[in-house]
Nanobody, 120 residues
Framework: QVQLVESGGGLVQPGGSLRLSCAAS????????MRWYRQAPGKERELVAD???????NYADSVKGRFAISGDNAKKVVYLQMNSLKAEDTAVYYC??????????????WGQGTLVTVSP
């Protein structure tokens, strides 16, 4: 069974930085896209950033210029470097991958979530 394990969340002051990591394991033959989402209390889960297998990246307007997504499909790891953090970045962050699994099926899996708290 494919699993995503996240790490790197924690408490940081405004203006600070964190790097989130997400490591995939299991029967993954290839990865199509890696994504980071976040969900704050009372809000819908939103897409923060994604990166395709070709290296193309996409960011939510709210994080452009501050966050950077990177990944290694071979190592099955995706990162989210977060700089200049703001209080409004406080949320549970989830990684997500779309991957090619057994039977030639394209599947998606979610990480368990890691909490990022930005506070003085």
């Amino acid at each position: 069974q494919v699993q995503l394990v996240e790490s790197g969340g924690g408490l940081v002051q405004p203006g600070g930085s964190l790097r989130l990591s997400c490591a995939a394991s299991g029967s993954i033959f290839s990865i199509n896209i890696m994504r980071w989402y976040r969900q704050a209390p009372g809000k819908e889960r939103e897409l923060v950033a994604d990166i395709t297998n070709s290296g193309s990246t996409n960011y939510a307007d709210s994080v452009k210029g501050r966050f950077a997504i990177s990944g290694d499909n071979a190592k099955k790891v995706v990162y989210l470097q977060m700089n200049s953090l703001k209080a409004e970045d406080t949320a549970v962050y989830y990684c997500n991958i779309k991957y090619l699994g057994p039977w030639g099926r394209w599947l998606e899996v979610w990480g368990q979530g890691t909490l990022v708290t930005v506070s003085p």
